[in-house]
């Protein structure tokens, strides 16, 4: 069975300082881990996914993810935040053995402030 | 390419009532899954279709079913409304049932029951 654990349901940020969000997964195969972001009344926009084909994962709107198999790791950073990523943000993940099911973290809701 | 479609957005159902709720896929998607969101649960796999075919099912009651038609376009049912099933209600689509194809994500139906 596979889990996933985001530390920090609520991160504040300056505009134009780093963003960290924390991701720990659980799982007993090589999983595939994804980051989604959720905007207000939408559904959920793929930024990154990690796929074994290497550790640093470069995404969407300038995000990037870490894949850290030592610490069971995959937190999301951006050097700048903008007003614009104010959102929430999953980190999910999906075992090779689960088909198209993904399981996904409680979610942060990132705040921006100017 | 169209996204994801998912009818209609919005929903208001009374307790005992039954609704049905619809996806149409990408384009060349034939793999479906279905998620319920709410605030107290987070987002939780319902159930994965494929090629009319459910293949995967999350921990829910029978009165939730879906169904999956020929041309990949996709219905979940919810017999019986109770106020816990107040929630968002997302599809997502993907070439296939594998876990190697990403799950792209409609706009989700919010369906409220009173």
């Known amino acids: 069975a596979q889990s996933v654990t985001q530390l920090g349901s609520h991160v504040s940020v300056s505009e134009g300082a780093l963003v960290l969000l924390r991701c720990n997964y659980s799982?007993?195969?090589?999983?595939?881990l994804f980051w989604y972001v959720q905007y207000p009344n939408q559904g959920l926009q793929l930024l990154l996914k990690y796929t074994s084909a290497a550790t640093l994962v470069k995404g969407i709107n300038g995000f990037e993810a870490e894949f850290k198999k030592s610490e069971t790791s995959f937190h999301l950073t951006k050097p700048s935040a903008h007003m614009s990523d104010a959102a929430e943000y999953f980190c999910a993940v999906r075992a090779e053995t689960s088909g198209s099911r993904l399981t996904f973290g409680e979610g942060t809701q990132l705040t921006v402030n100017p | 390419k169209a996204g994801v479609t998912q009818t209609p957005r919005y929903l208001i159902k009374t307790r005992g009532q039954q609704v049905t709720l619809s996806c149409s896929p990408i384009s060349g998607h034939r793999s479906v899954s279905w998620y319920q969101q709410t605030p107290g649960q987070g987002l939780q796999f319902l159930f994965e279709y494929f090629s009319e075919t459910q293949r995967n099912k999350g921990n829910f009651p029978g009165r939730f079913s879906g169904r999956q038609f020929s041309n990949s376009r996709s219905e979940m049912n919810v017999s019986t409304l109770e106020l816990g099933d107040s929630a968002l209600y997302l599809c997502?689509?993907?070439?296939?049932?594998?876990?190697?194809?990403?799950?792209?994500f409609g706009p989700g139906t919010r369906l409220t029951v009173t």
């Open positions: 997502a689509s993907s070439l296939g049932p594998t876990s190697a194809y990403e799950q792209y």
């Open positions: 799982s007993s195969v090589p999983p595939y």
